[in-house]
């Protein structure tokens, strides 16, 4: 079994925390997960995305933004999307100097489909599979990168998340790679408001769906 605890220097000097570990120490195959500023690796569709990914011996790799540190009190919009994107690059980096492989999935939440974009236009990951969790639609970058690039992928956002929209939500529909779903009721934490036991069953779909996507893309690359 693999298990790397370490950080590296982020922006500004700030030590960003990661985590990589998988089930033998010879996977060729990466989950490189993105969380959003409070959905942490450790809520539910993260935790058990990655059970997923663990039983289909591929390694996961989290990046665990410390964002809710009073570092970043005084940070802009503007500047903590810059952060993001800086301190993913790094750990991604830092930990593809020493460990190889040749594919990799991406898991992005909210303010992780940020970092998720500026990432998809590196060749190392031009084969690279991606999961977008509440993507932050009204982020030019966010949307240019989920419109245009051609990277297979799964995409879940609820009608009652504050970054939904329908006219952009029915544009995406329109990129074929990317399947696309509307999860009703739903916010932008993954819940329905009104109903505990309806946001369980939110929960099954998306795990379910993650599943069946990987099964199904490590069956076509095998």
Not at 73 to 96: C, G, M, P, Q
Not at 169 to 187: A, C, D
Not at 189 to 210: A, F
Request: hydrophobic residues 35%.
């Amino acid at each position: 079994m693999k298990f790397i605890n370490s950080s590296v220097d982020g922006y500004k000097g700030m030590k960003i925390p990661y985590t990589l570990y998988g089930k033998t120490n010879h996977s060729k195959d990466l989950a490189i997960l993105l969380p959003g500023s409070g959905y942490t690796v450790n809520s539910p569709v993260f935790h058990y995305s990655s059970d997923i990914f663990f039983n289909h011996s591929i390694d996961i790799l989290e990046v665990n933004y410390p964002y809710k540190h009073e570092f970043y009190n005084d940070f802009s919009s503007e500047e903590l999307y810059t952060a993001v994107k800086f301190d993913s690059r790094k750990v991604i980096d830092t930990v593809l100097e020493t460990n190889f492989y040749n594919n990799f999935y991406f898991i992005g939440k909210s303010l992780g489909t940020i970092a998720l974009s500026s990432l998809l236009s590196k060749d190392v990951f031009k084969d690279a599979k991606v999961i977008w969790l509440t993507p932050i639609l009204n982020c030019n970058e966010v949307y240019e990168a989920m419109i245009k690039n051609k990277h297979e992928g799964l995409c879940f956002i609820g009608d009652n998340d504050h970054f939904y929209t329908e006219e952009l939500f029915l544009k995406l529909r329109n990129n074929e790679t990317i399947q696309s779903k509307l999860l009703k009721g739903v916010n932008h934490s993954l819940d329905n408001d009104d109903d505990p036991i309806k946001s369980i069953d939110v929960l099954k779909t998306i795990i379910t769906d993650i599943d069946k996507f990987i099964i199904k893309t490590t069956s076509e690359e095998n």
